[in-house]
């Protein structure tokens, strides 16, 4: 009977090459249909996303060359010893805290300078262009550090954005178990000297930041309103709550703020890789959104407030009223 199969063009039988085929589909299907984590483990399906570290020191450091100046968070920065080639989140901590300006300790000296060679873009070795690669190198060593002891102790002033609503400038700062934001905002034709108006204060555990997401990735930077914000300013920190969805001052310093992060998240999920599945990144709601309807609630609340107090109610309901609108 098979003598009298009609065979293909190349000599297959139709009917054998339909089932393997439908053999490789349905594999395909299963595999897709595993948990994330398992792919991750055991068919090295995706590389860590927040290993941004990892990428070739060389690559950053050529596309860093003819980048311009930056401060992140705004203020000076004073960096002590670095360590050079694998440099690891534990060996950042014991770094020294820098200084910023004359209100912030350890003075103006060293902060001021450190801040303009490092992240000036000035009178600093990028400048040459008879530059070697360990010198580059050694500078991203220096420009990470400097970011992580900015980011330990004030924070780093950045731009947060939402899926709805306006961005904030939020203060961005990294503890030993958790991110912590808060807004900060400055009234027009307010000193600089003077101290701004700080929002609540909100924070995410070390443990639930899965990735770092570089560029526009997620839903709240992919907004028309966003069209404008270059995608080399933006990344993402995806939480099993949401997503960070943040925009860095200049290229430099977004660049710096992902390794940090890199880091940090190298030493966190170390062994608890099952802990890494996720959805798609446009899938993540943004975690900014709940701060905004905190934001709202406490504004309904100091009018609901003012109301009772207008109508004959007394002072202490009227601030048990508004803190249970909080």
């Not at 980048?67 to 989140?89: H, K, W």
Request: proline residues 4%; glycine residues 14%; hydrophobic residues 30%.
């Amino acid at each position: 009977m098979s003598g009298d199969r009609v065979m293909g063009p190349f000599g297959i039988d139709p009917l054998r090459f339909t089932f393997v085929c439908f053999s490789l589909l349905i594999a395909f299907v299963f595999y897709l249909l595993l948990p994330r984590g398992i792919r991750v483990h055991y068919f090295g399906a995706y590389p860590k996303r927040y290993a941004w570290s990892a990428r070739s020191r060389t690559r950053r450091s050529q596309s860093h060359a003819g980048g311009g100046g930056s401060t992140i968070g705004g203020s000076s920065i004073a960096t002590g010893t670095t360590a050079t080639g694998a440099t690891g989140y534990r060996q950042l901590q014991g770094i020294g805290l820098g200084a910023a300006g004359a209100g912030t300790a350890g003075g103006p000296g060293t902060a001021s300078y450190a801040s303009s060679s490092i992240l000036g873009g000035g009178t600093n070795s990028r400048g040459n262009g008879a530059n070697s690669n360990p010198d580059l190198e050694q500078n991203d060593e220096i420009v990470i550090s400097a970011a992580m002891q900015q980011l330990r102790d004030p924070g780093v002033l950045i731009i947060a954005h939402g899926s709805r609503g306006k961005p904030k400038t939020v203060r961005l700062q990294l503890t030993e178990s958790a991110i912590t934001w808060r807004t900060e905002t400055r009234k027009k034709g307010q000193p600089k000297d003077s101290k701004p108006k700080m929002g609540k204060l909100h924070q995410v555990p070390l443990s639930h930041i899965m990735y770092v997401d570089v560029g526009k990735q997620t839903t709240a930077l992919r907004r028309v309103e966003n069209a404008s914000v270059s995608e080399t300013l933006c990344f993402s920190l995806l939480t099993k709550e949401g997503s960070l969805d943040l925009e860095a001052n200049s290229p430099r310093e977004r660049d710096a703020l992902v390794s940090c992060f890199s880091l940090v998240l190298d030493e966190v999920h170390a062994q608890n890789w099952r802990d890494i599945y996720r959805g798609p990144s446009s899938d993540m709601p943004s975690s900014f959104d709940d701060f905004d309807q905190q934001q709202g609630g406490g504004q309904q609340g100091g009018q609901n407030q003012q109301q009772m107090q207008q109508g004959g109610v007394d002072g202490t309901g009227g601030a048990q009223s508004g803190l249970r609108n909080i």
